[in-house]
């Protein structure tokens, strides 16, 4: 069903004012479906008009794509795309700060700790001694990732857990914002064996302390690199300190298409949003901004990779993991992270002139607003 985008308008302006516990019937459902599609449809074709501007852009068995030198590109995402996932590891629940774009806005002084001396791997709580059972048990993973949700709040917490793993020859790498962190603290990170530091330079508003810890890191660790939101509050902030931030040596820089979810979708209120295979909800702009990043890098020669962490790469990411499990053909994690689907914040794409549909057609009967359903 190739429904117009008049059409769509008028049934989304209906469903936003259904009550959020009404169920739709079935052909309204085809028409939500068809809508996204639509939208979809022609945002995948500005993404790859978008792609065919970039030289030397690359993919990685499929799953995602990047520029750069392959030395570079971060293991850690290889571990996540074709290893055995991104086996995250979580201690701290508190932050230093609060961004408009993270998962947990508004309840960051409500995260559930994980407890005192302990460790959450895999969804179990662990204590460190419990760790040489624990590999002696499950196969060693490809790699393991530190998040959730600011590490430096107790950094002297982790360099015991890095060195175990460590010796256990597991690839390592962490996130910060890096507001917190010192040479001191970096350093010791590197004695303790993390392989991999990312920084989240978008959430520091591109920060002369960041830019220059990331500087200190590349002395103690050997991969380092930027993984952030792509918004365009960063994409303006980082060309404004291009030159300080290149010069820094970092390997790459992650642009992870920034994803809604019910903490942080307010924030982006009136934005053109899309809807990625039904999953994922995205502002339309954020991934058309990490390609013309890409473009530019490629163009002024940085000697560093960009990757294109984009909704797609998260959907091949979860069926990795999911092979990796063994569990049945085609199954996946991947999916909305909203209950019921937010019709209202379609709206503004619907509204907007300037964005059009491929191809529409006349909605067949039984299917038009105020025709019978059955």
């Known amino acids: 069903m190739k429904i117009s985008k008049k059409d769509a308008l008028m049934w989304f302006e209906f469903f936003a004012q259904l009550p959020e516990d009404e169920e739709l019937m079935t052909k309204q459902q085809e028409i939500v479906y068809a809508t996204f599609a639509q939208i979809e449809e022609a945002v995948d074709r500005r993404h790859e008009a978008l792609m065919a501007e970039i030289p030397g852009l690359k993919n990685l068995q499929h799953r995602t794509r990047y520029v750069g030198e392959d030395s570079k590109f971060p293991m850690g995402c290889r571990s996540c795309l074709m290893g055995t996932g991104l ?15 993270c998962y947990n806005y508004g309840e960051l002084d409500a995260i559930p700790p ?16 419990d760790l040489d059972l624990l590999l002696s048990i499950h196969k060693k993973p490809s790699g393991v990732s530190y998040v959730y949700l600011e590490p430096f709040m107790e950094i002297e917490k982790y360099y015991s857990i890095i060195k175990r793993f460590k010796e256990a020859q597991v690839y390592q790498h962490m996130y910060t914002n890096g507001l917190l962190a010192t040479e001191e603290t970096l350093k010791a990170l590197g004695e303790a064996g993390l392989n991999e530091l990312r920084f989240n330079l978008g959430a520091a508003n591109c920060a002369d302390r960041v830019i220059e ?63 990625a295979r039904q999953g994922y909800v995205s502002p339309v702009w954020s991934r058309e901004l990490t390609l013309k ?7 002024e020669k940085w000697d560093l990779v960009v990757h294109d962490c984009s909704n797609y790469t998260k959907f091949a990411r979860n069926l990795n993991l999911s092979g990796k499990e063994g569990k049945w053909f085609g199954s996946s994690s991947y999916g909305c992270e909203f209950t019921t689907y937010p019709y ?5 794409i619907l509204r907007d002139e300037t964005f059009e549909f491929l191809t529409e057609e006349e909605l067949p009967f039984g299917y038009k607003v105020g025709e019978l359903f059955f």
């Open 114 to 129: 994980v407890g005192e001396g302990m460790w959450e791997i895999g969804g179990t709580k662990f204590y460190e001694k």
């Open 213 to 275: 810890n990331i500087r200190i890191a590349k002395k103690y660790i050997p991969m380092v690199g930027i993984e952030t939101p792509m918004t365009p509050e960063f994409f303006a902030g980082f060309f404004k300190k291009k030159e300080a931030i290149l010069s820094t040596g970092l390997d790459f820089i992650n642009c992870a298409e920034l994803h809604l979810n019910p903490n942080n979708i307010g924030n982006y209120a009136g934005e053109n949003l899309y809807i």
């Open 87 to 101: 086996s995250a590891i979580r201690k701290t629940n508190k932050c230093n700060i609060e961004c408009k774009f």
């Open 344 to 348: 209202e914040a379609f709206l503004p």
């Open 293 to 299: 990043f890409m473009r530019i890098s490629q163009e």
